[in-house]
C-alpha cells in the first residue's frame, strides 16, 4: 500500500449554477476512482484526518466548502437546500474534469449525497454514508413523538433536581385524585389496573 498522502491543499474557486463562488478542495492522486466528500455543515477536512491520507494516497479527491460557509462565498441567491449543495458539488467536479466518483458524507452531509444520487446517478459508482439521516420538518418530528419514548431522558435530568422538586412531586403523588388523573391522562389504557400505577407512583 503506498504510503500515507498529505491533506494539504489550497482552495480553488468556481462559480455555480447560480454565480456562488465556491472553494473547492483536491488532493491525492492516482488513477483509482475518485473520491468525492460531502461535509456536514461547517465542517472542513479535520474530521476525516484519520482515514482520508491513506484513501488520497492512490485516488484523487475532492471536496467543496458548502455555500456561505468557511471560504466559500455567501450564496448568489435564496438557496442554501440539498439541491443547491448538490449543484455545487457538481460544478466542483465539472471544474476537476471528474464524471464519476466514490461518494463520501457524514452527518447532515448525508442529505446533500442522498441528493446528489439522485439527480446524477450515473456520476455515483458507489455511495457511503457515514452517521447520517435525510431528516425531517420540525412538524413532522412533533406530530410522530411518543411521549413515553421521552421518559428515560425525563427521569435520568429529574434525577439531578431530586431535592428540588421531590416535594412537589410526592404531593402530588400522595393526593386521592392520583388514579382519576391518571385515567384522564391518555397515557393508559381504559383497561389499565391505575390503582397498582398510582402506588408504582408513590
Sequence with gaps: MP???????????????????IAVRRLGSGDRLPL???????ANL????R?????????????????????????ASDRIDPGAHAEDAMAALDASGIERVVLASWSNGS???????????ER??????????????????????EPFSLLPTAAGVAKHFSSLFGGVLRSIA??????ALIRHSGLVAASADVVALADLLR
Design 3 to 21: 504510503a500515507p498522502a498529505s491533506l494539504d491543499h489550497i482552495p480553488e474557486f468556481v462559480r455555480s449554477f447560480d454565480g456562488t463562488r
Design 36 to 42: 468525492l466528500i460531502a461535509n456536514a455543515v461547517g
Design 46 to 49: 479535520a474530521v476525516w484526518r
Design 51 to 75: 482515514v482520508l491520507p491513506a484513501l488520497v494516497a492512490d485516488r484523487p479527491a475532492v471536496t467543496w466548502d458548502l455555500r456561505g460557509l468557511l471560504e466559500s462565498g455567501e450564496p
Design 111 to 121: 442529505r446533500i449525497a442522498l441528493e446528489i444520487s439522485a439527480r446524477y446517478p
Design 124 to 145: 455515483v459508482a458507489r455511495l457511503a454514508i457515514v452517521c447520517g439521516g435525510y431528516g425531517h420538518s420540525p412538524a413532522r418530528l412533533f406530530t410522530r413523538l
Design 174 to 179: 400522595g393526593r386521592r385524585e392520583i388514579s
